[in-house]
């Protein structure tokens, strides 16, 4: 069975809980992240985690089976 591709978008300490939450290996799930700050998601991406980081919004949902989205809540009104 392929792995499902999961994207999480913002990754601070909530959405970093969420990807560290999914690390299980029997979910067989490839974790995907994307910050604005693109050195923390390069770090998230080299301490595990995440599986990949992508330098951009659109890179980081295409192809996701399911998009968790932990943004501040001024940034959600705007989308």
Do not use: C, H, Y
């Amino acid at each position: 069975m392929k792995a499902q591709r999961v994207s999480i978008i913002g990754l601070d300490r909530i959405g970093a809980s969420f990807a560290l939450a999914l690390k299980r290996p029997e979910l067989k799930l490839k974790r995907v992240g994307f910050d604005l700050d693109a050195p923390l998601a390069k770090e998230a991406e080299k301490k595990g985690i995440i599986d990949e980081s992508r330098w951009n919004l659109i890179g980081a949902v295409a192809g996701a089976d399911i998009v968790i989205l932990s943004l501040p809540a001024f940034a959600l009104e705007t989308t």
